[in-house]
């Protein structure tokens, strides 16, 4: 089974207007973190926001948040007032601490094509 | 946020040849990391490295393709070794920045963008 799931290869949002953007995790660990990472074009991957399993509140971060569900392992991100800068991939990625050999990488999941009209 | 130099961005090589990617961090960290984007794909770990030890190899990735360096804790090499079209991929090293807090986060550096004709 993947252990990130991104269902939306592509979405497309007004400027100004907010959008969600999925991602489903599947883990039996109880120490693990979730990312956000974006994706322009030119290839660079730039972190947007992390949740940890403990933390009781949803991350923000400016323009960027993430509502973690955990009973539901879910950590979708929103982004609110788009602007066509956030026109990229978005790469959401989970960091297990369990034991055994995947404790330090991450693994993406396959990524969503996010579009921002004018 | 660990500040991360990869250089070259781009590169276009010609089949058999090899190309060594260079990744230098502005602060000390423990472990560096390897990953490889195909065209339209997600981002897939090659390698970790640690300073002073041989690198970790993922599963379909073997040290006489993809031979590491990790000569201090600021820098390391990625060599894509007799290169061969399927090769062509976004080449990025990652951090785990160490600042306190945040410890967990990784970070990239802005890729290496490899043509192989």
């Known amino acids: 089974a993947q252990k990130i799931t991104q269902t939306q290869p592509g979405m497309f949002v007004q400027e100004k207007e907010a959008v969600t953007l999925d991602c489903t995790y599947d883990t039996s660990d109880q120490s693990y973190g979730l990312f956000w990472y974006k994706q322009p074009s030119s290839g660079e991957m730039i972190f947007l926001i992390y949740q940890g399993s403990y933390d009781e509140q949803n991350a923000t971060e400016g323009r960027y948040s993430l509502n973690f569900q955990k009973a539901r392992k879910s950590a979708n991100l929103v982004i609110s007032a788009s602007q066509l800068g956030d026109s990229a991939m978005y790469f959401c990625a989970m960091r297990e601490w369990g034991s055994g050999a995947g404790s330090y990488q991450l693994t993406f999941g396959k990524g969503t094509k996010l579009s921002v009209i004018p | 946020s660990a500040v991360i130099s990869q250089k070259p961005s781009r590169d276009i090589c010609q089949r058999g040849t090899s190309l060594t990617i260079q990744c230098q961090v502005d602060s000390q960290v423990t472990m560096m990391f390897w990953y490889r984007q195909q065209p339209g794909q997600s981002l897939t770990l090659i390698a970790t490295?640690?300073?002073?030890?041989?690198?970790?190899?993922e599963s379909g990735f073997v040290i006489d393709k993809f031979p590491i360096s990790r000569p201090n804790l600021t820098f390391s090499t990625l060599t894509v070794s007799n290169m061969s079209p399927e090769d062509s991929s976004i080449y990025l090293c990652s951090v785990e920045d160490g600042v306190a807090g945040i410890g967990e986060k990784l970070f990239f550096g802005s890729g290496t963008q490899l043509s192989v004709l």
């Open positions: 490295a640690n300073q002073g030890s041989e690198a970790t190899y």
